[in-house]
């Protein structure tokens, strides 16, 4: 995505091949390529952003012009694409195009596709709202497409200066089915009229609207973007299109029209102070799209017919004129609470430094204006300021120090004395001084005790606003946790729904085998086959029914959440009531107005929630039912299934038996094979005992080997027919051990099913037990949530009783300071000049005393002196004293 910053028009022209009728009439294909960003018309090349031939698709149309668009504003970015060209050179082909062909659609509903295809692709914690509207400018009127009742809407513009139609229809859509269906009803009202030149031409100028916003609900970051698709109706002449009537007024329209649109490009490319906006509506609506925060592209539709030579190069023209155009694009961001309020504090850091700055200044220009020289250590300093300025303490005594101008140094006094009246004046005055200064200073202090108790007033409030707050939060929390067992108890009913949907299948396949076997099997799988479908649609039931009360939790859930976003910038509103305390009283009776609407319809929302939840457990009795029943049933089929295995039983002595036959009569066919042996030896000791009767007895021979012959071929065709009837034999045999093995396995399979039944039948009572519970604990947060409400309702309206005390006292107290302050601030000048003359004063006095201190010195040192002279003379009188004396004793 491109980084918001400065940026031109980007520019499109695409040439469209030549129709029918310029064929017929023999025109002359007249424009030359020459790469991928320049045509030529008449020996002259025309260069913009992308030239389109006439064999270009939809899709590579779509890809260089709209695809970075659509990114740009699911970013936060304004947007705008519109086509302009004559009448029949495509400009509708090019924006509209086919709407519900894959290949022929154009750049409209392929942004359609693309911004939910990107929407799908984002981050999921990301929330999309969209919206559009249809509208058309006709005969210079704006008339809404999907409200044919709305036929004149005016632009006004919102509180950024930018335009917007007021009372259009705002439909939100989730999907791009929806938008579709509102283009196409949007277009079912659109004005087109037959003309020579087309036969479907436009004769007014549609703009279709999609508003993007979208919010982080991690981060609560908002974005928003508007993209504009706009499609032109074509400039034409009359003369070619053969307009007459109805439709050459609205030719007449559609020319000044894009005649304002043509001077609105032409003041913008040279630059012009001056830009004729109002000119039409069109251009009004387009005023950000053009030379504002948007990023535009124009495709520039043109015939590549000689017949269209004029209009052609007219069009040309126009593209080279608007790609000079620079749009400045700005992020449409919307703020949190907490970047607002960092915002706020920096603006206040900067305005502190700029105010103590100025101070500074000021300062420093009454001193020079005063005569004085400033040194070069006491000048303005930006950084130390800067460093300075962090240290303040903004209070009221600090901020009359910082606002009053420091005392230039006073220009030396006389030395003359002063006599004891003057003295006594001044004291006096001085006296007086001093006890204004006190009372001033006790006045301050009683300011000072009365803003501590503001204070301390609230930091109660918001302790009390804390701990409502906390409560909430648990109570969130609760609410939080309730919905996180719901959603797990969620995904485990899915997942014995997809286990049940896959026992049905298995089942159902089973069952078949089971019916090519025997009818009653057929039978039983088709009533187990209906009771699974009839507990999963019961199931499916119960799944809907669990959603919607997920759903009614979320909104409750959405609603606290938003109750307690407000409950919070009622707090911040509350807390920071002493800098806006006039402008903040009707804002929070407001907000107070919502927070009680927010919990009656909390209210309604957890009644519904309650109903929905009796709802639920009627729905969960009618599943135990329906599970009986099932139960009932299956208790039948394994009776069924004990049948036949008593019929496989009795089969199976069956071919025990005959087996048991088979080895009979093959013990009678060896039995019979040793008697033939033997009669076979006998013959021969006959025939060796009667040789010699033998030629008279071979007739006799001859007729006994007949007859056994005959015996043999008897017992030979005897033999293979019990070895034909034994191999069928083993063959039942064998077909009826794989029956029996198969129906073995289907039996311990339907055991296994019936346990896996009978523990998820045991599994969703225990859900059931658990979906009770959370049921019971729902109705307790209920009941705790009504108490919670009953509580905050009370607290609010005690805040709300306090605040208006508070507001009342406030604005009293402040009264009384503005007024004693206005009255400071009278007395400050006379007290001013008093201290001026009390320094003077005083400095003569220090002077005075300065050389009475130094005239005491000088006579205490003289005294000293006189002193030291007398002591020394005393000391010489009385040395001679006693050496006068002692020359008596002698």
Not at 36 to 64: C, H, L, M, W
Request: with cysteine; net charge negative; glycine share 4%.
């Amino acid at each position: 995505m491109a980084d918001p910053a400065e940026c031109t028009i980007k520019v499109m022209c695409r040439f469209r091949p030549l129709n029918s009728s310029e064929v017929t009439r023999g025109d002359k294909y007249i424009p030359k390529f020459q790469g991928e960003d320049s045509v030529v018309i008449g020996g002259k090349p025309y260069v913009f952003d992308r030239v389109f031939q006439s064999n270009t698709s939809q899709e590579q149309v779509y890809t260089a012009c709209a695809q970075q668009i659509v990114k740009d504003v699911l970013g936060g970015y304004n947007g705008t694409i519109f086509a302009y060209g004559q009448t029949s050179s495509g400009k509708t082909h090019t924006m509209e195009g086919n709407l519900h062909d894959t290949d022929g659609m154009g750049i409209i509903p392929r942004i359609v596709q693309d911004i939910f295809n990107y929407i799908y692709s984002m981050d999921e914690n990301l929330e999309f709202h969209i919206k559009v509207s249809y509208f058309e400018i006709y005969l210079d009127k704006i008339r809404d497409l999907l409200d044919v009742s709305k036929t004149n809407l005016s632009v006004h513009e919102d509180k950024n200066r930018v335009p917007y139609v007021k009372g259009c229809t705002e439909r939100f859509v989730s999907s791009p089915e929806e938008v579709m269906d509102t283009i196409d009803e949007g277009k079912s009202n659109r004005h087109v009229a037959v003309t020579n030149m087309n036969e479907h031409s436009s004769r007014s100028h549609s703009i279709f609207l999609i508003n993007v916003k979208q919010e982080n609900t991690q981060t609560e970051q908002k974005l928003s973007g508007k993209l504009y698709l706009v499609d032109l109706a074509g400039s034409e002449k009359v003369s070619k299109t053969g307009a007459e009537g109805a439709v050459l007024d609205e030719a007449k329209n559609i020319n000044k029209s894009l005649s304002s649109l043509g001077n609105v490009i032409s003041a913008l490319a040279e630059g012009s102070t001056y830009v004729p906006y109002r000119d039409s509506k069109m251009t009004r609506i387009l005023q950000d799209s053009l030379g504002g925060n948007c990023r535009t592209t124009i495709v520039i539709c043109c015939s590549p017919s000689s017949y269209n030579d004029a209009e052609t190069k007219s069009t040309l023209m126009f593209g080279q004129r608007a790609k000079t155009i620079k749009n400045t694009v700005i992020l449409n961001v919307e703020l949190t609470a907490e970047q607002w309020k960092k915002k706020y504090e920096r603006e206040k850091e900067r305005n502190k430094s700029l105010r103590n700055t100025i101070t500074w200044l000021e300062n420093e220009l009454n001193r020079w204006r005063n005569g004085e020289t400033v040194p070069a250590e006491e000048q303005f300093d930006k950084e130390k300021i800067n460093a300075e300025v962090l240290g303040l303490d903004n209070t009221i005594n600090n901020d009359k120090f910082a606002s009053t101008p420091s005392m230039p140094p006073m220009p030396g006094m006389l030395g003359a004395g002063l006599n004891d009246v003057e003295k006594e004046k001044c004291e006096v005055e001085l006296a007086k001084l001093f006890k204004q200064l006190d009372d001033k200073d006790e006045e301050i202090n009683q300011q000072s005790q009365l803003v501590e108790k503001l204070k301390q007033q609230m930091l109660d409030q918001e302790e009390l606003l804390a701990s409502s707050r906390r409560d909430h939060d648990n109570l969130q929390s609760e609410l939080t946790r309730l919905q996180l067992e719901n959603d797990a108890s969620k995904e485990e009913v899915k997942e014995v729904l997809q286990a049940l949907e896959e026992l049905a299948v298995n089942y159902d396949q089973k069952s078949q085998e089971v019916e090519d076997k025997t009818k009653e099997f057929e039978a039983l799988s088709e009533e187990l086959g209906q009771k699974s479908s009839t507990l999963a649609s019961i199931d499916s039931e119960l799944q809907k029914l669990k959603e919607m009360a997920n759903h009614q939790k979320k909104r409750v859930t959405e609603m606290m959440s938003s109750l307690l976003k407000d409950l919070t910038e009622i707090g911040i509103a509350v807390g920071n009531n002493d800098i806006k305390q006039h402008e903040g009283s009707g804002l929070i009776d407001e907000e107070f107005t919502v927070a009680r609407l927010y919990i009656s319809k909390m209210k309604s929302e957890v009644k519904s929630m309650v109903k929905r939840c009796k709802q639920l457990e009627n729905t969960q009795s009618e599943s135990n039912k329906t599970l009986d029943e099932t139960e009932k049933e299956l208790a039948a089929c394994q009776l069924r299934i004990s049948q036949h295995e008593a019929k496989i039983k009795s089969l199976t002595e069956y071919l025990q038996n005959v087996e048991h036959k088979k080895r009979q009569l093959e013990e009678d066919v060896d039995s019979l094979n040793e008697e033939l042996v033997k009669i076979s030896a006998q013959e021969k000791v006959h025939a060796m005992e009667k040789e010699s009767e033998i030629q008279s007895a071979n007739e006799v021979k001859e007729a006994v080997e007949k007859q056994i012959h005959s015996h043999r071929e008897a017992h030979q065709k005897q033999i293979s027919s019990l070895r034909d009837e034994l191999e069928t034999k083993e063959k039942l045999i064998t077909d009826l051990q794989d029956l029996n093995q198969k129906i073995l396995l289907e039996q311990e399979r339907l055991r296994v099913e019936h346990e896996k039944l009978k523990s998820t039948d045991q599994e969703k009572s225990r859900k059931l037990h658990e979906l009770t519970m959370m049921q019971d604990r729902r109705e307790q947060a209920r009941q705790d949530l009504k108490g919670l409400e009953e509580t905050v309702a009370k607290e609010l309206q005690t805040l709300h009783n306090l605040r208006k005390l508070f507001v009342q006292d406030l604005a009293t107290r402040v009264k009384k300071l503005v007024r004693d302050n206005a009255d400071l601030r009278c007395e400050l000048p006379k007290l001013e000049k008093r201290l001026r003359a009390t320094a003077e004063r005083v400095k003569a006095l220090e002077s005075a005393l300065k050389e009475a201190k130094e005239n005491a010195a000088r006579d205490r040192k003289r005294y000293q002196t006189e002193v030291d002279r007398i002591k020394e003379a005393v000391r010489a009188k009385n040395m001679a004293r006693r050496g006068h004396s002692a020359q008596i004793g002698d």
